[in-house]
Each structure stands twice: as C-alpha cells, then as structure tokens.
Nanobody, 125 residues
Framework: VQLQASGGGLVQAGGSLRLSCAAS????????MGWFRQAPGKEREFVAA????????YYTDSVKGRFTISRDNAKNTAYLQMSSPKPEDTAVYYC???????????????????WGQGTQVTVSS
C-alpha cells in the first residue's frame, strides 16, 4: 500500500482546510486509516482514524467537534476536514494505514504499517 497525503498549507485560525490521503497499490477494504501529526520538538500524536468498511470514527479529544475524518471507497481516499483550526494544530500531518488493529491500539503510531510522506499545516493566529 502506498499513501499520498496532500492538501496542507497555511490557514488562518477559524478557517478550514481539507487534507487528503490517497491509497494505491495493494488496497484494502477492512482496515483502518488514521491521521497523525507531529509538531517540532514533539512526538507524533494521534488525530483521527476511520475503519474503512464500517465507517466508525475515532478522534483525539482536542479535535473533536472541529475535525472530521471520512473516506471515499470508490477513490480509495481518506479525508481530514479541519474546521476552526487553532495555532496549536500547526504540525506535519501524516496519514497511515493498518490492518486488523483493535480499538485500544488505534491511537498508537506503531500499530500502523503504512505511512504517507506528511503534509505541513500551519495555522496563523
């Protein structure tokens, strides 16, 4: 599986931005796509994830109500809609894919075997 993240850029606080993650190669239907982010000097952290078949979503508390993860099965693409972003959301955002992980491991970066290249998101105040 190859993952290609895109859509990052500079956005004002309170604006909106949509990230995309296109999957190609050996694609999958029953697995998980996640978004993580890493700010300078910080560890990579979980943002959101979606179970591809069921559409079940998971979010870290700091983005609940502001970010929305979704997927388009026909395009093999996952999205992260960022609404009302804050300066503290500034980071490099990575998409990742995993096969058959349990709920308790969805937020753990090492659970994911496939990673995209990252896209920079900068939120100005």
């Amino acid at each position: 599986v190859q993952l290609q993240a895109s859509g990052g850029g500079l956005v004002q606080a309170g604006g909106s931005l949509r990230l995309s993650c296109a999957a190609s190669g050996r694609t999958f239907s029953g697995n998980v796509m996640g978004w993580f982010r890493q700010a300078p000097g910080k560890e990579r952290e979980f943002v959101a994830a979606i179970r591809w078949s069921a559409g079940t979503t998971y979010y870290t508390d700091s983005v609940k109500g502001r970010f929305t993860i979704s997927r388009d099965n026909a395009k093999n693409t996952a999205y992260l809609q960022m609404s009302s972003p804050k300066p503290e959301d500034t980071a490099v955002y990575y998409c990742a894919a995993a096969r058959g992980i349990i709920v308790s491991m969805i937020r753990v970066p090492s659970s994911y075997g496939y990673w995209g290249q990252g896209t920079q998101v900068t939120v100005s105040s």
